[in-house]
């Protein structure tokens, strides 16, 4: 079955970039009609939806977010990631990955920003 695992750095200076990894087992990130989301968790906002990166490589993202958040991938390692620019101590939380809306979520990775 699918298995996903976030990485990257857990402690961000405020202003700087956040950025983590998604690598995915089980299956192909390039699999027709599949999607690939960040979620978040954070204190303030609860759980929020990021963005996502398509099968094809569109990506989409959160209207709040969007000037702040990129995500890509590399086919060749299976794996798909997050930016988030300018991080404020609001951005403190935990942050995972998702299979579209299945149950195939990563552990989650807690990212602290702070200086």
């Known amino acids: 079955q699918v298995q996903l695992q976030e990485s990257g750095s857990g402690l961000v200076k405020p202003s700087q970039t956040l950025s983590l990894t998604c690598t995915v087992s089980?299956?192909?990130?390039?699999?027709?009609?599949?999607?690939w989301g960040w979620i978040r968790q954070t204190p303030g906002k609860g759980l929020e939806w990021m963005g996502a990166?398509?099968?094809?490589?569109?990506?989409y993202y959160s209207p709040s977010l969007k000037s702040r958040t990129s995500i890509s991938r590399d086919t060749s390692k299976n794996q798909f990631t997050l930016q988030l620019n300018s991080v404020t101590p609001e951005d403190t939380g935990v942050y995972s990955c998702?299979?579209?809306?299945?149950?195939?979520w990563g552990n989650g990775t807690l990212v602290t920003v702070s200086s």
């Open positions: 990166i398509s099968y094809s490589g569109s990506t």
């Open positions: 089980g299956g192909s990130i390039t699999t027709i009609f599949y999607y």
């Open positions: 998702r299979l579209g809306q299945s149950r195939f």
